[in-house]
């Protein structure tokens, strides 16, 4: 009986089980649903580089932080694209028959909002032809004439900042960091003015210029002189000072244009040739032969950051580069109408302005590869008859394209070509006077050096390649040294030999370097030889070019030289009838 009340005791009282309740739509959510990638540390420490060969322990943690933090940066730069909710729409055609080419403005801006209607406008000008330039917000506009005619203002609102009766030739106007100051290429030099007309500085060192192009990311005016010369310069507009010229030796330029990814220069010169510069290179970093004829325009693809290049020549022909491998033109077709001018919106669309008519071709479809002269599908087309187009301009984050002639300016709508979404810590088109005054301090502290400009931007801040050869130092008992490793480069030229298995081990010692009876001489022995006059400056300088040089001359002759001696000895040793005597000190001086 003590024995079943002890077993009952072992057991322990019952436990009732807990209901679990499932509820079918969390459950059915989960499935459906994961952690944003820049929460997952398990797939973000796959794309971080553990930089192991790297030996010292605090730059290696230091770099792996680094490239964590990269890797974070753009998975949340991944998480938040999928907040953008608009999106730029083109045109669709309703039917096969119909083509999107053959929708006029009038019924674009009939469908078309209020808002982006307005962009449909006519300037008509006195003192043409105009060329135009829009601020990297889109908001402000800037107009020049031939004549002198320049004009800065509000284009959405209406507003007029200022406009300038120049007087004498003008070919080129631009924007500095914003609208507040912009830049004049008149006859002689570049004028700065400022938001209300005011000439502030007059750049004499920019003489005759053709045109003007700023980098607001450098704070860095570029201008091209008119002339076979072609100075290419930089003048620095945050201290004043001009910082480089190149003398590009390619004749006349008239197209110029910066690649807005790495911020290199593309000029297009008169032999047909196009160019790149950076302001640390004194020769280009790219040249290409472009068109038979002289570039007549150059731009840069913003949208595929900077892979693509379209040329226009006076050869009527348009070609489109890959900026990747420069092997030729991925499409080729003619313009009509001789010379065009060509620019690429923010989406990738390329507008051709040529003759009385401007053409607008949607990407990708322009950055296939094809053989021949075939011209790509149109997307829009647009008759203008004021003659010759002079300057073709995309509104950033508009729907808007605007063209200079010789009668004032056109602006017509494209739908789809600007950016829908902007980022308003680099380009805000609703920004007041308070936040564009602490952009403009920002963008100051944060100014980058000229010499970074590259054509590879991601070239600074990466880490070296590490050497392909590279040889161990070994101790006493032959184990190699811990921390001794020699890159390949640094190694001694007879190192490199011997690591490369080239090296000449059967070659002749030097005498000057061995004592009489064959051993190496010491440092202190080659000292005291040295002051014998056996060590002079020449004879080392010799003795250093002949290392490890094999010439079949010298080798034949210390051969024959060798031969003779052996002779001499020989004869010597059957004329004395028996062994030779031992050598004295004086057989040097006696004659053989």
């Not at 006029?104 to 307005?118: C, F, M, T």
């Not at 004439?145 to 030739?169: C, I, K, N, P, R």
């Not at 007059?202 to 091209?224: G, V």
């Amino acid at each position: 009986m003590d024995a079943l009340i002890a077993k009952a005791d072992a057991l322990g009282p019952r436990q009732k089980k807990r209901k679990i309740f499932h509820d079918s739509t969390a459950d059915s959510v989960k499935k459906r649903t994961g952690v944003p990638k820049s929460l997952q540390d398990k797939d973000l420490a796959l794309n971080v580089p553990s930089h192991k060969h790297i030996a010292n322990k605090k730059l290696r943690t230091e770099l792996v932080r680094n490239a964590t933090q990269t890797a974070r940066a753009k998975a949340l730069l991944e998480d938040a694209e999928m907040m953008l909710a608009e999106d730029a729409g083109l045109m669709q055609a309703e039917g096969e028959l119909e083509r999107t080419w053959r929708v006029s403005q009038s019924e674009i801006k009939n469908g078309a909002g209020g808002d982006a209607a307005r962009g449909r406008r006519e300037w008509k000008l006195d003192g043409g032809p105009y060329r135009s330039r829009y601020t990297r917000n889109g908001r402000h506009l800037a107009i020049v004439g031939s004549m002198g005619h320049a004009a800065t203002f509000d284009w959405l609102s209406g507003t007029l900042h200022a406009e300038l009766q120049l007087q004498e030739t003008c070919r080129d106007i631009t924007f500095l960091h914003d609208h507040s100051h912009f830049a004049v290429a008149q006859k002689k030099y570049v004028f700065i003015y400022d938001r209300d007309g005011v000439e502030l500085h007059c750049l004499k060192a920019h003489i005759e210029p053709t045109r003007l192009e700023f980098l607001p990311y450098h704070w860095l005016l570029a201008s091209i002189r008119q002339g076979n010369a072609g100075y290419l310069k930089y003048q620095d507009t945050s201290t004043g000072q001009l910082l480089v010229e190149h003398r590009t030796k390619f004749g006349a330029c008239s197209a110029m244009t910066q690649n807005l990814h790495n911020a290199v220069i593309h000029l297009g010169h008169q032999n047909g040739t196009v160019t790149l510069w950076t302001p640390n290179l004194p020769h280009p970093a790219v040249q290409l032969l472009a068109h038979l004829g002289p570039v007549a325009s150059v731009s840069v693809d913003p949208s595929t950051g900077g892979r693509y290049m379209a040329t226009a020549g006076r050869d009527g022909t348009v070609k489109v580069w890959d900026c990747r491998n420069w092997k030729g033109a991925v499409r080729e077709w003619s313009a009509r109408g001789g010379a065009a001018e060509v620019e690429w919106s923010q989406r990738g669309a390329l507008a051709v302005a040529s003759g009385g008519t401007v053409n607008v071709y949607t990407s990708p479809i322009i950055q296939q590869p094809m053989h021949g002269n075939t011209q790509p599908p149109l997307y829009l087309t647009h008759p203008i008859p004021h003659r010759p187009l002079t300057s073709v301009r995309f509104a950033p984050f508009q729907d808007v394209l605007t063209l200079g002639h010789a009668v004032g300016l056109s602006s017509i709508l494209v739908p789809g070509a600007g950016e829908p979404n902007f980022d308003s810590t680099e380009a805000d088109p609703f920004e007041n006077r308070k936040a564009r005054r602490e952009k403009e301090v920002k963008a100051l502290l944060d100014k980058i050096q000229p010499d970074m400009i590259t054509l590879d931007p991601e070239l600074i801040g990466s880490l070296a390649p590490e050497p392909k050869l590279s040889t161990t130092t070994t101790t006493i008992d032959g184990k190699p040294a811990r921390g001794t490793e020699t890159p390949f480069a640094r190694l001694p030229r007879l190192e490199r030999l011997r690591v490369q298995g080239k090296a000449d081990e059967s070659e002749v010692v030097d005498p000057d370097d061995t004592a009489p009876d064959g051993r190496k001489l010491t440092k202190e022995e080659k000292e005291r030889k040295k002051m014998r006059g056996k060590g002079k400056s020449t004879k080392r300088y010799l003795r250093k070019q002949r290392k490890n040089v094999i010439d079949p001359r010298a080798v034949a002759i210390r051969a024959k030289m060798e031969k003779d001696r052996e002779e001499r000895k020989a004869r010597a040793k059957e004329k004395a009838g028996g062994e030779p005597r031992k050598p004295s000190a004086l057989d040097r001086f006696a004659r053989g």
